[in-house]
């Protein structure tokens, strides 16, 4: 099934139609999303009033950190293992994008958090920290990718890092975890059900199904990108050496 | 798999790091400048530096396996040592350790020594429980130099990687200094503390070395 998908020219056929696809639905969703979530769902008083409007970014961009990282993971594991190009151009592409949602989902958070629990930053918050140590970790694979002087040699050391990365994630989780947290426990993905209300509910799935379509959509312009970037490279030696 | 360049390599580094200079005093040195520094920033409270004193030695202990662990596969990568040793047929990741392993025991082991007496200037109760202290700053030392070490093999071919190795290694350190800085305080979770410090440290030990493999291949290409 990688394989399949390995093959540059099929990605570049089919991204030409998905990725335009996912911005149309993502606008869609969002917006809807947003929408209802800023102007028609009622405010929240437990939650700290309409600050909690931002739940409908926050939470999303926080699913977004976390899938983001161990999709870059999963890439780096393909190309590590079955060396295909295009595994390796998604990984590349992720971890900007990720440290992008992981920094909005840090952003919103502290400006969630100053109203409601009156601090910006809590050390000893469990899923702040982890968030912040994914930053660190999107922001060190891209430093180490930047800092090898061939693409292969960039594509290797990257994907050892991210493997680690992603081993070491359930640690930092846990150890993390030893900390109490500010944060309510989970209230969409529980045993019995989402405990939210659906008035809530419906506009933050939707959000959330923006935003991942959007990120893929984001992804896929990226590795497109990278391709023309490598083809330009290739059609310019190609030009040299013919004189 | 024959031990001799595995034993070449544990012998180089422990070379390495008492060379140079002031040898094994230099790492000390830095952790002790380090651990000074501190009390001269944030005042000099007894009862503040009592309560921040261990978690210091925590800080200066990683900064310190830091700076150390800059050099420790980028000269063998400049001078061709890694090749032959990647030629001898001995896991990589056995060389690697050992490599690491040396260079904790010239510069980590001696930092957890050092630490009671920081410990003491800290303004801590002179216990047996310093001694404990020692043990699990040891302890924790060691899975720091492995992670660091997964980052100075990913950089050795870097040049100014020392920065590199500090971005890459610090989120890995993260479990260790929690479970370490835990283990020190007598809040609840403390008692079990030492025991996750060292799985952390088991950790570091299984699956570093594999990874610093895979690392220092990629640096001999």
Same mark, same amino acid.
């Given at each position: 099934?990688?394989?399949?998908?390995?093959?540059?020219?099929?990605?570049?056929?089919?991204?030409?139609?998905?990725?335009?696809?996912?911005?149309?639905?993502?606008?869609?969703?969002?917006?809807? =999303?947003?929408?209802?979530?800023?102007?028609?769902?009622?405010?929240?008083?437990?939650?700290?009033?309409?600050?909690?409007?931002?739940?409908?970014?926050?939470?999303? @961009? @926080?699913?977004?950190?976390?899938?983001?990282?161990?999709?870059?993971?999963?890439?780096?594991?393909?190309?590590?293992?079955?060396?295909?190009?295009?595994?390796?151009?998604?990984?590349?592409?992720?971890?900007?994008?990720?440290?992008?949602?992981?920094?909005?989902?840090?952003?919103?958070?502290?400006?969630?958090?100053?109203?409601?629990?009156?601090?910006?930053?809590?050390?000893?918050?469990?899923?702040?920290?982890?968030?912040?140590?994914?930053?660190?970790?999107?922001?060190?694979?891209?430093?180490?990718?930047?800092?090898?002087?061939?693409?292969?040699?960039? *594509?290797?050391?990257?994907?050892?890092?991210? +493997?680690?990365?992603?081993?070491?994630?359930?640690?930092?989780?846990?150890?993390?975890?030893?900390?109490?947290?500010?944060? %309510?426990?989970?209230?969409?993905?529980?045993?019995?059900?989402?405990?939210?209300?659906?008035?809530?509910?419906?506009?933050?799935?939707?959000?959330?199904?923006?935003?991942?379509?959007?990120?893929?959509?984001?992804?896929?312009?990226? +590795?497109?990108?990278?391709?023309?970037? /490598?083809?330009?490279?290739?059609?310019? &030696?190609?030009?040299?050496?013919?004189? | 798999?024959?031990?001799?360049?595995?034993?070449?390599?544990?012998? %180089?580094?422990?070379?390495?790091?008492?060379?140079?200079?002031?040898?094994?005093?230099?790492?000390?040195?830095?952790?002790?400048?380090?651990?000074?520094?501190?009390?001269?920033?944030?005042?000099?409270?007894? %009862?503040?530096?009592?309560?921040?004193?261990?978690?210091?030695?925590?800080?200066?202990?990683?900064?310190?396996?830091?700076?150390?662990?800059?050099?420790?596969?980028?000269?063998?990568?400049?001078?061709?040592?890694?090749?032959?040793?990647?030629?001898?047929?001995?896991?990589?990741?056995?060389?690697?350790? *050992?490599?690491?392993?040396?260079?904790?025991?010239?510069?980590?082991?001696?930092?957890?020594?050092?630490?009671?007496?920081?410990?003491?200037?800290? %303004?801590?109760?002179?216990?047996?429980?310093?001694? /404990?202290?020692? &043990?699990?700053?040891?302890?924790?030392?060691?899975?720091?130099?492995?992670?660091?070490?997964?980052?100075?093999?990913?950089?050795?071919?870097?040049?100014?990687?020392?920065?590199?190795?500090?971005?890459?290694?610090?989120?890995?350190?993260?479990?260790? *200094?929690?479970? =370490?800085?835990?283990?020190?305080?007598?809040?609840?979770?403390?008692?079990?503390?030492?025991?996750?410090?060292?799985?952390?440290?088991?950790?570091?030990?299984?699956?570093?070395?594999? *990874?610093?493999? &895979?690392?220092?291949?990629?640096?001999?290409?």
């Amino acid at each position: 099934m990688f394989s399949w998908f390995a093959n540059p020219l099929r990605f570049m056929r089919l991204s030409n139609w998905l990725a335009p696809l996912c911005y149309a639905l993502a606008v869609l969703l969002i917006g809807w =999303g947003l929408w209802q979530g800023l102007w028609m769902v009622p405010k929240d008083d437990y939650q700290g009033g309409d600050i909690m409007r931002v739940m409908f970014i926050h939470v999303p @961009a @926080a699913w977004l950190a976390m899938a983001s990282y161990m999709a870059m993971a999963v890439m780096s594991f393909i190309w590590f293992i079955w060396r295909h190009e295009v595994a390796d151009i998604a990984a590349k592409s992720i971890a900007p994008l990720g440290a992008v949602w992981t920094a909005i989902c840090l952003a919103t958070g502290s400006i969630w958090g100053k109203p409601t629990w009156g601090t910006w930053w809590q050390w000893d918050d469990a899923r702040m920290m982890s968030v912040l140590f994914m930053f660190f970790l999107f922001l060190g694979y891209m430093a180490l990718r930047a800092s090898m002087d061939t693409r292969q040699k960039a *594509a290797r050391a990257g994907a050892i890092l991210a +493997m680690v990365g992603a081993i070491n994630v359930p640690l930092i989780k846990f150890s993390v975890d030893l900390f109490t947290s500010l944060h %309510q426990d989970s209230s969409v993905l529980t045993a019995d059900g989402p405990k939210m209300a659906a008035v809530y509910l419906w506009p933050l799935l939707a959000s959330g199904l923006g935003h991942t379509l959007l990120f893929a959509g984001l992804t896929q312009t990226l +590795m497109r990108a990278e391709i023309w970037d /490598r083809r330009t490279a290739q059609a310019n &030696a190609k030009l040299m050496a013919e004189g | 798999m024959r031990p001799a360049p595995i034993l070449s390599a544990f012998r %180089q580094a422990l070379g390495e790091a008492w060379a140079g200079g002031a040898g094994a005093l230099l790492p000390l040195g830095f952790f002790a400048g380090a651990a000074v520094l501190v009390p001269l920033g944030i005042g000099t409270d007894p %009862q503040t530096l009592r309560a921040v004193g261990p978690g210091i030695l925590w800080v200066a202990l990683a900064l310190s396996s830091l700076v150390t662990l800059e050099r420790i596969f980028q000269a063998d990568t400049e001078d061709g040592a890694l090749d032959l040793w990647l030629q001898t047929g001995a896991p990589a990741s056995a060389i690697a350790g *050992a490599k690491t392993f040396a260079h904790w025991l010239a510069a980590g082991l001696p930092l957890a020594l050092l630490s009671p007496l920081l410990a003491l200037m800290f %303004q801590a109760e002179a216990s047996t429980d310093l001694l /404990r202290n020692a &043990a699990l700053y040891a302890l924790g030392g060691l899975a720091f130099y492995f992670w660091g070490g997964v980052g100075a093999a990913l950089s050795a071919t870097v040049r100014r990687g020392g920065l590199l190795i500090s971005l890459i290694a610090l989120p890995l350190y993260v479990p260790t *200094a929690i479970f =370490g800085a835990l283990s020190m305080t007598h809040g609840p979770g403390s008692e079990s503390a030492p025991l996750f410090l060292a799985a952390s440290t088991l950790f570091a030990l299984a699956v570093a070395p594999f *990874a610093m493999a &895979a690392a220092l291949r990629l640096a001999a290409d």
